[in-house]
Each structure stands twice: as structure tokens, then as C-alpha cells.
């Protein structure tokens, strides 16, 4: 895509015109406050045409007006300038004195092309699907479980790689960029000292396995997921990549079985979905393993940590398409002691994730 970067010589400095609106109304009035909350949905179809325009990746390093951003992203000036104008009321964004538009850190990450990149994550979170099922929620807290098979007619995956083709591929990306972020904080964390193997279950396209044996040239790995997952997996681990030979790709279900023993088990972002399926893994886990192996189970919280507000909404959004839930400290902990796992300290990933270190006994 073509960047919007005009001359600079007279290039005006960057003052954010609805800066000085937020800043004023940092305590805003309860009601204003509900407004702005109900209002929602506008914040976040905004930062989804953002995404869908590509308006970020259009934006250079130097000012542009909306008129010549419109011409890179084709769309018309006046509804693109409406569109800027709302977004740079949260930061992403920021308008100059004289009607034009800079980068601000967070529009910076709706960039495709950012190292910490926001944009699949962005729009996976406002896929069709979840308009549908967000007005549904409060049948969802009556029930106690998923609207999806009722609103679609079938399960969300089925759903999903079935009839909503482009959304799955949206899906895909986004798994693979939270992967891709959070693997070198997992790699950094991690202490392998004593560990000759290590197996990532259910670790999708074996980021986090890669980042570790980058780390540790003496390890060997093993990535189990399903068939098609890890028909996917990282080029360093398949065939010819780097760190192939000291790699096994296992296709499987660890809901169903876990057929290898090593000396440290990582379990990642994969106990949400249902507590059957989290039992079921857990328990495949401690009949694989023998007697001293370590396991590190790796999960978002919604309690105690810096990322409660987008952790708690994806434990609403985990309720409304699967049934499932995103855990607190205790119940995470729970589910460990319950599958006979002795939990030992807990650490901090980043602000997202917290490290559960487990022997099995």
C-alpha cells in the first residue's frame, strides 16, 4: 500500500486536538461515563474500519490530511475525516493544529507491518460473528453456557472453517501473532536448567517451542496439536528449518492422549474452552509423565493482573461462542490440584500471562 508522506518543510507540530476533550473529562460524571460505555460498540466498529482500511499502514511519518488518506485507502474525505476525528478521542490517532493526522503509539500498533502488531487481534475481536452474539449475552449468564449453536445453528468452529471462511483466516492470524508476541516472553521466563526435552501441548504452530530451543541449543522438542494446526507449524521446526533435527511434530488431541514422556510439559492458552476438555487435558498430562517431570501451564487471568478489562471480556466473549472461561488464580489452581499436579510459584509472563509451575508427583 502506498504511505500519504507530504513535503515536511513545514511540517507542524503535533497537538492533538482531542487531547484537551479527554484530558478535561478525565473524571468524567457517572452518566457521562455510562454513555460513553454503552457507546461501545462504536469505539470498537471504529477501530475495525481502521483495521479494514488500512489506514495506519497508509499514514507516513510525517502529517497527512484526511483528503490525501483517502486517496491511498479509497474512501470518501469528509466520513474518513469523522472516522479520525473519533478515533483520536482514545489515542489512536492525533489530529494537529491545522487538520491533520500523526501516528499516536497505539494507532501505530493497527500497522501491519509493526513488530507488535494489534491488527489481526483488533479485528478478530469485531468479527461479524460477535455482533450476533453480544446482544445475546444476557441469555448467555441465564443459561450458563454458549448462544453460538443457537444463533448459527452449529458450533463456532464448525462454524467458523465452514460457512466463515475469511473470519477463520483472521482467527488463524491472530492466534499466530499473540503467539508469536508472547513466545520470547515465555522463552526469557522459563528456567531449563536440568531439562534435556520439552513438549508444547496444544502449542498451535510451535512459537513458543521455537523461541526455547533458540535459547537452549542442548534441548530437544517435541509440538503436539491437531492435524491440521501443525501441518502449519513454524518453518524452523519442519523439514529443512533450523531446528528440525531436534524436533518430532506429533499431529493429535491431548484431550485424548499424550503419547511421550519428557522432562518439562508446557501448556499454553488452551484451558479455557470447557472444563471437561481441561480435565481431560490435565489428566492426559500426569498419566504421560513420569514421576518429577515439571509441567508450566500458561493462562490469562481475570483477577489480579494489569489486563483485567480485556482479560474479563474475553472471558464474556469465551461464555458466548464456546462455553468456556477464562480462569482466576484460584480456580486455575483448582483444576492443577484436582488433576493431581503439585502447583508450586507462580510468575507473571508479561501483563497478560502468568507461569504455573507444576511437578508432577
Given at each position: 500500500m502506498t504511505t500519504v508522506s507530504p513535503t515536511p518543510d513545514t511540517t507542524p507540530v503535533a497537538t492533538p486536538l482531542g487531547t484537551p476533550q479527554v484530558s478535561a473529562a478525565q473524571n468524567p460524571p457517572p452518566s457521562m461515563r455510562l454513555r460513553e460505555l454503552a457507546f461501545g460498540a462504536a469505539v470498537a466498529g471504529a477501530v475495525r474500519a481502521a483495521a479494514r482500511l488500512g489506514v495506519a499502514d497508509a499514514l507516513g511519518e510525517t502529517p497527512a490530511s484526511a483528503a490525501e488518506l483517502a486517496l491511498v485507502v479509497d474512501a470518501e474525505p469528509v466520513p474518513l475525516r469523522r472516522l479520525l476525528r473519533a478515533l483520536c478521542c482514545y489515542g489512536i490517532f492525533s489530529e494537529t493544529e491545522d487538520g491533520r493526522f500523526v501516528h499516536t503509539e497505539m494507532s501505530r500498533l493497527l500497522r501491519e507491518d509493526d513488530p507488535n502488531s494489534l491488527r489481526y487481534i483488533s479485528l478478530w475481536c469485531t468479527e461479524p460473528w460477535t455482533w450476533e452474539v453480544w446482544p445475546r449475552l444476557d441469555d448467555a449468564v441465564r443459561s450458563g453456557?454458549?448462544?453460538?449453536?443457537?444463533?448459527?445453528g452449529k458450533g463456532f468452529f464448525e462454524y467458523l472453517h465452514?460457512?466463515?471462511?475469511?473470519?477463520?483466516?483472521?482467527?488463524?492470524?491472530?492466534m499466530t501473532t499473540s503467539s508469536v508476541q508472547s513466545a520470547q516472553d515465555v522463552a526469557d521466563l522459563l528456567d531449563l536448567t536440568g531439562v534435556t526435552s520439552v513438549a508444547d501441548i496444544g502449542g498451535g504452530q510451535g512459537h513458543v517451542l521455537a523461541s526455547l530451543l533458540e535459547k537452549h541449543p542442548s534441548v530437544h522438542g517435541t509440538l503436539l496439536d491437531l492435524p491440521g494446526v501443525v501441518a502449519r507449524a513454524d518453518a524452523r521446526l519442519r523439514d529443512g528449518g533450523r531446528l528440525a533435527d531436534r524436533v518430532r511434530i506429533v499431529?493429535?488431541?491431548?484431550?485424548?492422549?499424550?503419547?511421550?514422556?519428557?522432562?518439562?510439559?508446557?501448556?499454553?492458552?488452551?484451558?479455557?474452552?470447557?472444563?471437561?476438555?481441561?480435565?481431560?487435558?490435565?489428566?492426559?498430562?500426569?498419566?504421560?509423565?513420569?514421576?518429577?517431570?515439571?509441567?508450566?501451564?500458561?493462562?490469562?487471568?481475570?483477577?489480579?493482573?494489569?489486563?483485567?478489562?480485556?482479560?474479563?471480556a474475553m472471558d464474556l466473549l469465551l461464555l458466548l461462542n464456546v462455553g468456556g472461561a477464562k480462569?482466576?488464580?484460584?480456580?486455575?489452581?483448582?483444576r492443577m490440584s484436582d488433576a493431581g499436579l503439585r502447583v508450586g510459584e507462580i510468575h507473571p509472563v508479561n501483563a497478560y500471562l502468568h507461569a504455573f509451575e507444576c511437578v508432577v508427583p
Open positions: 453456557t454458549t448462544v453460538f449453536p443457537e444463533t448459527f465452514q460457512d466463515a471462511g475469511e473470519s477463520a483466516q483472521v482467527f488463524n492470524r491472530a499431529p493429535g488431541d491431548c484431550r485424548e492422549d499424550i503419547p511421550f514422556e519428557v522432562d518439562l510439559y508446557i501448556i499454553k492458552n488452551i484451558l479455557e474452552w470447557d472444563d471437561e476438555s481441561t480435565r481431560r487435558t490435565l489428566h492426559n498430562v500426569v498419566a504421560a509423565a513420569r514421576p518429577g517431570a515439571r509441567v508450566v501451564i500458561i493462562e490469562n487471568l481475570v483477577d489480579d493482573t494489569p489486563s483485567m478489562r480485556f482479560t474479563t480462569h482466576t488464580r484460584e480456580s486455575l489452581v483448582g
